[in-house]
């Protein structure tokens, strides 16, 4: 686990949802893909912070990726108006970066310092 910029507080709907999708991500590696590998890193940027979750294991065909858990973590990341992208290919790993806005307890964005 690597974490990297200024660590923020976040609102409870962003965290939970970044902790879900960490959770969702590592039991999915733990299941599926034999990796012998597996990355999380969680980069505060100010306006947003950012999941990525990789590991090296077999990794699926794109028309493979629409299981409830995918879609789950995919909706859950909306919810807080955040995006997810799935990057995976047959014997190349599997990618999972969700980007949700960067929002303090109060609903004000980190950057802008409210909440503090």
Known sequence: ???TGTREPLSPAIEVSL???AQESLTNVAKHAEATRVGVT???TGTEVLLDVRDDGRGFAEGDGT???LTSMRQRIR???G???VQSAPGEGTS???RVPAIV???TTAENGAGR
Do not use: D, T
Request: proline share 4%; glycine share 20%; net charge negative.
């Open 83 to 85: 995006h997810m992208e």
């Open 96 to 98: 999972v970066s969700a």
């Open 105 to 107: 307890p109060g609903g």
């Open 67 to 69: 299981g409830f858990g």
């Open 19 to 21: 902790f879900r999708v």
């Open 79 to 81: 919810g807080v108006s």
């Open 42 to 44: 969680l980069s505060y």
């Open 1 to 3: 686990m690597e974490v």
